[in-house]
């Protein structure tokens, strides 16, 4: 709570600075994040950016912001059963799958671009070039595998599109909310901007966030990771301490 | 309060994790088991990746076998000769276990070897302890009736490498409980349970193994096979959670403390009924999943 009414305020005097530096170029546009890094800590329970920024003219025009997590390994399954039994029988290993992947708009997407500009500028998931890994697939059967994978992402909050999300002010500043859901992974999140008057891109700027684990547990994390066996006999120490002292505080009531 | 948990991954809420360690340690108090076959699919239903789940089970039942042992070990309930045999056993089959989960989980599988392991284990199982039970019921109305020899003896009692242990009172070959352990490792390091529920009645119907020693031999042999899949899998996967473990730890002691004395006001068949009536609805719960049809036959898994 206390941090919203610092970014408010923090937001109000930004928006005077951007007012009188307004950009003299009407092809330019700066964006920035009201956190330098965003930090997984013991009591973690997602976290709420604000993405803003100013443009030359935005009276005429739409904002659209990808904000992308890391790459990793991330693999799809489909089911089938199997006498009567549901299995998981197909395998798809992803290529280029951004871990998160939110999306915020002034208006809903289709509206602002073509089909062909979105695949131009690779604006939505459809257009991250997603491949499977080994496995040859029809674009048919890509493309489903592709729509499952995206109502998945949805599911844990990971992918999300907020249609709307953008809002301009006096023409030339715009903010959107940025939601890190608790599940959010660590790593570096690339953050684009784009300007889009007519469907064409106007101006575009890119900034970048890191989400890492700090506190206790990055600590944890850490050791478990790096001196693994250490970590191992420690829990087990703790275990049996901790059975001991359990019996014991219980023997004497 | 949240808490995030640095191995899981996952934030939870404070009062629900040493809620549900509070829950199962009630159970567990209440029926003397160990409780790790209701934590462990517990865990996985509320979000915890399995292969975490499963060894922050394992770390949690080092501290709640030897918690249980001390009482027995003070009454001099555990034969420890036995206890070596099978824990031999036990750290072979454990390895073996540990190994399987994590070929199981490259190729996807895991989710339903866990779910059939406990489907057709907790279901066999269950299904004995409530027939016993309601024989037992049966026979405490009908006085008189005669209960059947203990042990026979049949082509187990031919094996080579005989042994003798002598607080058990028996003279049996090593191999015997040597596979019995090694076989319960396997199901302890998949399934995320201490694997009492099977040592059990198998020290007791199979072995012939005197009831009292049972429960203080089978806790001591546990402790070194979950502590050996605590250290294996911190090595190996790195997803013993002891933040997780430690919390869930706090409220099952509380819990089983509890639990025991709401024990004591029931009567042995009848706490078997219920305890065989519990196993059975996990087993049909999770037989159940696998049968219907899935919301979405597609998953997705973020792998590190």
């Given at each position: 709570?206390?941090?919203?009414?610092?970014?408010?305020?923090?937001?109000?005097?930004?928006?005077?600075?951007?007012?009188?530096?307004?950009?003299?170029?009407?092809?330019?546009?700066?964006?920035?994040?009201?956190?330098?890094?965003?930090?997984?800590?013991?009591?973690?329970?997602?976290?709420?950016?604000?993405?803003?920024?100013?443009?030359?003219?935005?009276?005429?025009?739409?904002?659209?912001?990808?904000?992308?997590?890391?790459?990793?390994k991330i693999a799809s399954r489909k089911k089938e059963q199997v006498s009567g039994i549901w299995i998981n029988r197909q395998t798809v290993n992803w290529r280029n799958a951004p871990s998160f992947y939110h999306l915020y708009s002034t208006r809903p997407i289709e509206e602002i671009l073509s089909p062909a500009s979105q695949s131009d500028l690779s604006i939505?998931?459809?257009?991250?070039?997603?491949?499977?890994?080994?496995?040859?697939?029809?674009?048919?059967?890509?493309?489903?595998?592709?729509?499952?994978?995206?109502?998945?992402?949805?599911?844990?909050?990971?992918?999300?599109?907020?249609?709307?999300?953008?809002?301009?002010?006096?023409?030339?500043?715009?903010?959107?909310?940025?939601?890190?859901?608790?599940?959010?992974?660590?790593?570096?999140?690339?953050?684009?901007?784009?300007?889009?008057?007519?469907?064409?891109?106007?101006?575009?700027?890119?900034?970048?966030?890191?989400?890492?684990?700090?506190?206790?547990?990055?600590?944890?994390?850490?050791?478990?990771?790096?001196?693994?066996?250490?970590?191992?006999?420690?829990?087990?120490?703790?275990?049996?301490?901790?059975?001991?002292?359990?019996?014991?505080?219980?023997?004497?009531? | 309060?949240?808490?995030?948990?640095?191995?899981?991954?996952?934030?939870?809420?404070?009062?629900?994790?040493?809620?549900?360690g509070g829950g199962i340690g009630f159970l567990s108090g209440m029926f003397g088991v160990g409780g790790g076959f209701l934590m462990t699919p517990m865990l996985i239903f509320l979000g915890v990746p399995p292969a975490v789940a499963v060894s922050t089970e394992a770390n949690q039942i080092v501290a709640s076998s030897v918690s249980g042992v001390l009482a027995?070990?003070?009454?001099?309930?555990?034969?420890?000769?036995?206890?070596?045999?099978?824990?031999?056993?036990?750290?072979?089959?454990?390895?073996?276990?540990?190994?399987?989960?994590?070929?199981?989980?490259?190729?996807?599988?895991?989710?339903?070897?866990?779910?059939?392991?406990?489907?057709?284990?907790?279901?066999?199982?269950?299904?004995?302890?409530?027939?016993?039970?309601?024989?037992?019921?049966?026979?405490?109305?009908?006085?008189?009736?005669?209960?059947?020899?203990?042990?026979?003896?049949?082509?187990?009692?031919?094996?080579?490498?005989?042994?003798?242990?002598?607080?058990?009172?028996?003279?049996?070959?090593?191999?015997?409980?040597?596979?019995?352990?090694?076989?319960?490792?396997?199901?302890?390091?998949?399934?995320?349970?201490?694997?009492?529920?099977?040592?059990?009645?198998?020290?007791?119907?199979?072995?012939?193994?005197?009831?009292?020693?049972?429960?203080?031999?089978?806790?001591?042999?546990?402790?070194?096979?979950?502590?050996?899949?605590?250290?294996?899998?911190?090595?190996?996967?790195?997803?013993?959670?002891?933040?997780?473990?430690?919390?869930?730890?706090?409220?099952?002691?509380?819990?089983?403390?509890?639990?025991?004395?709401?024990?004591?006001?029931?009567?042995?068949?009848?706490?078997?009924?219920?305890?065989?009536?519990?196993?059975?609805?996990?087993?049909?719960?999770?037989?159940?999943?696998?049968?219907?049809?899935?919301?979405?036959?597609?998953?997705?898994?973020?792998?590190?």
């Open positions: 709570m206390i941090s919203r009414c610092f970014f408010n305020a923090w937001m109000a005097g930004l928006y005077l600075i951007f007012a009188s530096i307004a950009p003299a170029s009407a092809n330019t546009l700066v964006a920035d994040l009201s956190l330098e890094e965003v930090a997984i800590t013991t009591d973690f329970n997602g976290e709420t950016l604000l993405l803003f920024g100013a443009v030359g003219d935005a009276r005429d025009g739409d904002i659209i912001v990808e904000f992308k997590g890391p790459i990793l939505g998931y459809r257009n991250l070039g997603l491949k499977p890994q080994k496995l040859r697939l029809s674009e048919k059967e890509l493309a489903g595998w592709i729509e499952a994978l995206n109502r998945n992402m949805v599911k844990r909050g990971l992918w999300q599109r907020h249609d709307g999300g953008v809002s301009i002010n006096r023409g030339v500043l715009f903010r959107t909310p940025v939601t890190l859901p608790a599940n959010i992974l660590p790593g570096d999140y690339d953050v684009r901007v784009l300007h889009i008057r007519d469907g064409q891109l106007i101006a575009e700027d890119r900034t970048s966030i890191q989400v890492a684990k700090r506190g206790a547990g990055a600590f944890i994390y850490r050791v478990a990771h790096e001196y693994s066996v250490f970590y191992g006999l420690f829990a087990i120490a703790f275990a049996v301490v901790a059975g001991w002292v359990a019996a014991a505080a219980f023997r004497k009531t | 309060m949240y808490i995030y948990l640095p191995i899981a991954e996952v934030s939870m809420h404070i009062a629900v994790v040493i809620g549900l027995h070990w003070r009454r001099g309930n555990v034969d420890f000769k036995m206890g070596a045999v099978l824990l031999t056993g036990g750290l072979v089959g454990s390895s073996l276990g540990v190994l399987l989960f994590s070929i199981l989980r490259d190729i996807g599988q895991i989710d339903l070897v866990i779910k059939l392991s406990y489907v057709v284990f907790l279901g066999i199982i269950g299904a004995l302890m409530l027939m016993e039970s309601v024989r037992a019921i049966m026979r405490t109305r009908q006085p008189g009736a005669r209960r059947s020899k203990m042990h026979q003896h049949n082509w187990m009692h031919g094996l080579p490498f005989k042994m003798r242990f002598r607080k058990s009172k028996l003279y049996i070959s090593a191999l015997l409980p040597f596979f019995l352990a090694a076989f319960v490792g396997v199901l302890s390091a998949i399934m995320g349970v201490g694997g009492g529920f099977i040592l059990v009645p198998a020290m007791i119907y199979l072995l012939g193994m005197p009831t009292y020693v049972v429960i203080g031999t089978s806790l001591f042999q546990i402790i070194f096979v979950t502590a050996n899949i605590t250290l294996l899998q911190s090595v190996q996967t790195q997803t013993v959670d002891f933040v997780l473990a430690g919390l869930l730890l706090f409220g099952a002691v509380i819990g089983a403390q509890i639990g025991a004395r709401f024990g004591t006001k029931l009567r042995g068949e009848q706490l078997r009924g219920l305890l065989a009536l519990m196993v059975l609805m996990v087993s049909l719960k999770l037989g159940f999943d696998l049968v219907i049809t899935p919301e979405d036959v597609f998953s997705v898994e973020i792998m590190k």
